[in-house]
């Protein structure tokens, strides 16, 4: 059964930082590559961060690039969002999860971890 938990999430002033967290199990974390997802109030879940197996490449939106740093550690099936010169406009609910995954049947999403940023 996966389990996925998402932490970290708090209120930041924009131009801030924040770490978020995420431990997966019940799936061999270290054959999947992760990616790190978000929603927005009234807005569709979007893409933010996508990181290989051994963490060696990353990708990431556009809208992100520069500011957020993807990683990972498989001895702990944990991956990590690094996130500098926080803007307003990234206020949303964070989420992990792995593309293969996510495309699956099985609802696989954990709970996420709200990020709000603001004066």
């Known amino acids: 059964q996966v389990k996925i938990v998402e932490s970290g999430g708090v209120l930041v002033q924009p131009g801030g930082s924040l770490r978020l967290s995420c431990v997966a199990s019940g799936f061999p974390f270290s054959d999947y590559a992760m990616s790190w997802y978000r929603q927005a109030p009234g807005k569709e879940r979007e893409s933010v961060a996508w990181?290989?197996?051994?963490?060696?490449?990353?990708d990431y939106a556009d809208s992100v690039k520069g500011r957020f740093t993807a990683s990972r550690d498989n001895a702990r099936n944990a991956i990590y969002l690094q996130m500098n010169s926080l803007k307003p406009e990234d206020t949303a609910v964070y989420y992990c999860n792995a593309p293969t995954l996510v495309a699956g049947p099985v609802d696989s999403w954990g709970q996420g971890t709200q990020v709000t940023v603001s004066v």
């Open positions: 990181i290989s197996i051994n963490g060696g490449s990353a």
